[in-house]
């Protein structure tokens, strides 16, 4: 600026003293004179008007100035945003690692948990299904076992068939009444029948009438009618062959 200042000035002093100098030549120096004046002047105009340029080339320059240091406040407070936001974005970083861990563990806590759990439900599944499959076996041993006492009750040969029929008058010792028997029965009753019936107490006699069932027989008094029958037997006394044959076959 100092250097295009001094430059413009010296082209204006050179232009208006030469202009200065040829004055006298051509008016004269009394008019020469008034017109150096003239110049004077002029080149007080110029230099003023140089005055005003350095001071406007001034005030440019100290804008620049402030204009700079706006410039670097601004590159300031970027880089303090910048870092802030790094600041906070590391942060945030931080904490969704931490949360994304936690829930790891939550899940896998819960993952363990819910096996645990689905694996003693199939374990106490598995058992009460085995429990029940044993139950299940054990309650077809029992019919099993209870429908072959009856079948051997019924089947056994002729002397044995008629001894338990004794035992079972025994049962019925003081009473009296008439016995009724199946029709095979009757058909192939010892000779001694009545005999041995009244040696075991049982005060009756044997009805010619056929009875409706299966072995055994029935004693009938008036009205009243006792069920001698093994199979009913066997059904009222149950629960206690029920209990003898799990001491016998599922003793532990």
Request: with cysteine.
């Amino acid at each position: 600026v100092c250097g295009l200042r001094s430059k413009i000035f010296r082209q204006v002093v050179q232009i208006n003293q030469g202009k200065a100098d040829a004055l006298p030549r051509f008016f004269g120096q009394a008019d020469g004179t008034i017109f150096k004046q003239a110049v004077r002047l002029e080149l007080c105009g110029v230099a003023l008007s140089i005055k005003y340029y350095e001071r406007m080339v001034t005030r440019v320059n100290g804008s620049d100035v402030i204009l700079g240091r706006i410039k670097s406040d601004c590159d300031q407070k970027v880089n303090a945003i910048e870092r802030e936001a790094e600041q906070k974005r590391e942060s945030v970083l931080a904490e969704a690692e931490k949360q994304a861990q936690k829930l790891e563990r939550d899940i896998a806590g819960k993952t363990s948990r819910e096996l645990k759990r689905l694996e003693d439900s199939a374990k106490s599944r598995s058992e009460l299904e085995r429990r029940n499959a044993l139950l299940k076996r054990r309650r077809a041993e029992i019919d099993k076992t209870i429908d072959s006492l009856s079948e051997y009750l019924t089947n056994q040969n002729d002397g044995d068939y008629f001894e338990s029929i004794y035992k079972l008058c025994a049962q019925l010792k003081g009473k009296s009444g008439e016995i009724m028997l199946n029709s095979r029965d009757l058909a192939r009753l010892p000779s001694d029948f009545e005999q041995q019936v009244k040696l075991r107490g049982l005060n009756a006699a044997v009805s010619q009438t056929p009875a409706k069932i299966g072995s055994g027989f029935i004693l009938k008094s008036g009205d009243i009618e006792e069920n001698m029958e093994f199979a009913a037997i066997i059904s009222a006394r149950r629960d206690e062959l029920e209990d003898l044959i799990n001491r016998e076959l599922f003793a532990q």
